[in-house]
């Protein structure tokens, strides 16, 4: 086991440990974490930009969601949301392009954080309620639940 020392002012000690204590974890782990999570990120990142520059390089270049849906049936299959519509698509392929432009910055609302300490927010639990939205939008496994009134 390697020991790191780090050096701190007050007032970034205060916040790592108000970071930690939030979070339930020990300022080492807390550190840990971070900075793990951040070495993720970017080799997340980096491996993404690696594989569009491929991508583009090969000459292949991206279409419409609407082709894809319409290739795999789904077009009949969409709910009637203003989400799907076309001009709702054109917006966020602007946006999207702003973003890589540079023209727009992301940066995450303060809201994910306090809903990233519930557990009904884990990816875990998020990952079965779109499995099971999926499914009921399909028609599939839709029996009652027992605390469902009868």
Do not use: C
């Amino acid at each position: 086991m390697v020991e790191i020392f780090i050096e701190l002012t007050e007032e970034e000690k205060f916040l790592a440990d108000s970071y930690a204590k939030r979070h339930g974890l020990s300022l080492e782990e807390a550190f840990k974490r971070a900075l793990f999570e951040k070495i993720e990120d970017e080799y997340d990142i980096a491996v993404g930009e690696e594989a569009y520059k491929e991508y583009v390089q090969g000459g292949k270049k991206s279409r419409p969601i609407e082709e894809l849906w319409k290739e795999l049936g789904m077009i009949e299959n969409l709910p009637d949301d203003p989400f799907y519509s076309k001009e709702n698509m054109e917006e966020l392929e602007r946006r999207v392009n702003d973003i890589r432009s540079g023209k727009s910055i992301l940066k995450e609302h303060e809201l994910i954080e306090e809903l990233s300490d519930d557990p009904f927010y884990s990816k875990e639990n998020m990952e079965r309620l779109e499995g099971a939205a999926a499914d009921a939008k399909a028609g599939r496994n839709m029996e009652e639940h027992e605390l469902m009134d009868e």
